[in-house]
């Protein structure tokens, strides 16, 4: 039986646990050799309560051309394969998935989200699904496929997409990250698009905001600008987009608001989050700067991570968890009340605090039964699940992989984490991926192993 034992956040050395895959309610085995190297929430694609499950999943040892996406469907428990799918999209058009550390990081940690549920735009109960493809050394391409496209077949290739996007032809890296909101307050969702590579100003970085009215009916080849609008930042090397995320309605106007990550590591500035009002994000072309609600100016490069801290009751904003703030005592988890993204033009966390694991990267928030959040990291070795992060409070720590001859041989850790509610009982699961380590053994054959409880 799986054991979950309480050690304060201050604690130097929290306990470490048996391998969590005794207690998973299911589990997706990958065939020998696999690389299993993302780990996406696509919401309700095919309109029955509970999300998808979404893994990049390449065909050799690196996510070069030809990873794929299976989809699995909500609400399955068991011992699965890879092969036991729902649905595979097939990368036969030669694109690369961004899992790597982007611009910031040497590793291949990444929490970049790569594919994305739109939910239904057409209006036929089927969800569309878009996957981004903004490697670092090309112009990044999008592709967006239609639930009812989707529908005809078991495998879906990417080339037979409803709408393939472009970038403005002067930015690389389109696609590094994404987010889905309702950014114009029309009931459709629309997807903001990270580009942090940009030529003018050099790497300053941009944000693409594609709105769903849009979305639905375009079809063939297109460039962004013609479908959206294109912010800007004017600040040299802070690669701006380089994460992006919806943060909900923070000032109350029916419109969901938007978190940028700019961690300045192009030129060694100081990074800086940025909270853009959905009211203020680019309409069409690639003609405004970043209208900036609100700034926290870090003390340092930040090459961090982004992600939503729901309110447990409902009732107020969300609020904001950023993840590596680096100084020279390590990585810090940054919190952000919903009440304290309102305190424009500074933003100033509500706490501050270290976990132990790969916060730039591997973090996530988990929403459990009663309304409660927890904050969850994982650095391929260690899990980290904090039960009270606004109050930095309690957390819990778990030994459940099988570790590497040397944890500094990590090359494939790419996105490992996710939670949400896969079975539609309001309560999310979490989904952790036990990546293909080299193994000690030459003659074992390692495989990558999907853990969702």
Same mark, same amino acid.
């Given at each position: 039986m799986w054991l979950w034992l309480f050690a304060c956040a201050g604690s130097a050395d929290p306990p470490v646990h048996p391998p969590v895959v005794d207690a998973a309610r299911l589990t997706i085995e990958g065939p020998a050799g696999a690389l299993i190297a993302?780990?996406?929430?696509?919401?309700?694609?095919?309109?029955?309560?509970?999300?998808?499950?979404?893994?990049?999943?390449?065909r050799g040892e690196a996510l070069t051309e030809g990873s794929d996406l299976y989809v699995f469907s909500g609400g399955q428990t068991g011992a699965l394969r890879l092969e036991d799918a729902d649905q595979v999209i097939?990368?036969?058009?030669?694109?690369?998935?961004?899992?790597?550390?982007?611009?910031?990081?040497?590793?291949?940690?990444?929490?970049?989200?790569?594919a994305v549920g739109l939910g239904d735009l057409d209006g036929d109960g089927l969800g569309?699904?878009? +996957?981004?493809? *903004? %490697?670092?050394? #090309? &112009? @990044?391409?999008?592709?967006?496929?239609? $639930? /009812?496209?989707?529908?005809?077949?078991?495998?879906?290739?990417?080339?037979?997409?409803?709408?393939?996007?472009?970038?403005?032809?002067?930015?690389?890296?389109?696609?590094?990250? +994404?987010?889905? *909101? %309702?950014?114009? #307050? &029309? @009931?459709?969702?629309?997807?903001?698009? $990270? /580009?942090?590579?940009?030529?003018?100003?050099?790497?300053?970085?941009?944000?693409?905001?594609?709105?769903?009215?849009?979305?639905?009916?375009?079809?063939?080849?297109?460039?962004?600008?013609?479908? *959206?609008?294109?912010?800007?930042?004017?600040?040299?090397?802070e690669l701006a987009g380089e994460r992006v995320l919806s943060v909900g309605d923070v000032n109350q106007d029916d419109r969901e608001d938007l978190a940028v990550l700019a961690p300045g590591c192009a030129s060694g500035r100081p990074g800086r989050v940025l909270l853009v009002?959905?009211?203020?994000?680019?309409?069409?072309?690639?003609?405004?700067?970043?209208?900036?609600?609100?700034?926290?100016?870090?003390?340092?490069?930040?090459?961090?991570?982004?992600?939503?801290?729901?309110?447990?009751?409902?009732?107020g904003p969300d609020g904001l968890i950023v993840g590596g703030d680096t100084d020279a005592?390590?990585?810090?988890?940054?919190?952000?009340?919903?009440?304290?993204?309102?305190?424009?033009?500074?933003?100033?966390?509500?706490?501050?605090?270290?976990?132990?694991?790969d916060s730039r990267s591997q973090l996530t928030?988990?929403?459990?039964?009663?309304?409660?959040?927890?904050?969850?990291?994982?650095?391929?070795?260690?899990?980290?699940?904090?039960?009270?992060?606004?109050?930095?409070?309690?957390w819990y720590m778990a030994e459940g992989w099988s570790s590497p001859c040397d944890m500094d041989d990590r090359p494939d850790r790419h996105r490992l984490l996710d939670a949400f509610d896969l079975d539609g009982d309001g309560v999310d699961e979490l989904v952790t991926v036990e990546p293909l380590w080299p193994t000690c053994d030459p003659d074992q054959e390692n495989q990558g192993l999907v853990v969702v409880w």
């Open positions: 993302g780990v996406y929430n696509l919401g309700e694609l095919d309109g029955a309560p509970g999300h998808e499950l979404g893994l990049a999943v390449g097939v990368n036969d058009a030669g694109a690369w998935w961004i899992v790597d550390g982007g611009q910031c990081t040497p590793d291949s940690a990444s929490g970049h989200r790569n569309e699904l878009m +996957l981004a493809f *903004g %490697d670092d050394a #090309g &112009d @990044g391409v999008v592709y967006l496929l239609g $639930g /009812a496209q989707r529908a005809l077949a078991r495998e879906t290739p990417l080339s037979a997409a409803q709408l393939i996007l472009f970038g403005p032809g002067d930015t690389s890296s389109l696609g590094a990250d +994404l987010t889905v *909101g %309702d950014f114009d #307050g &029309d @009931g459709l969702s629309d997807v903001v698009i $990270g /580009a942090p590579v940009t030529e003018s100003p050099e790497r300053a970085g941009e944000i693409v905001v594609v709105y769903g009215a849009k979305l639905g009916p375009a079809r063939g080849a297109r460039r962004v600008f013609e479908l *959206g609008g294109v912010g800007w930042s004017a600040v040299v090397g009002s959905g009211a203020d994000l680019p309409r069409v072309g690639r003609n405004d700067r970043l209208l900036i609600s609100a700034t926290y100016q870090s003390t340092n490069v930040l090459p961090g991570n982004l992600q939503r801290l729901p309110n447990p009751d409902g009732l005592l390590g990585e810090h988890v940054l919190v952000f009340s919903g009440e304290g993204l309102l305190s424009a033009p500074n933003l100033r966390p509500t706490t501050s605090f270290q976990i132990g694991a928030t988990r929403g459990l039964p009663g309304g409660e959040v927890e904050l969850v990291a994982h650095d391929g070795g260690r899990l980290v699940r904090v039960s009270d992060p606004e109050r930095a409070e309690g």
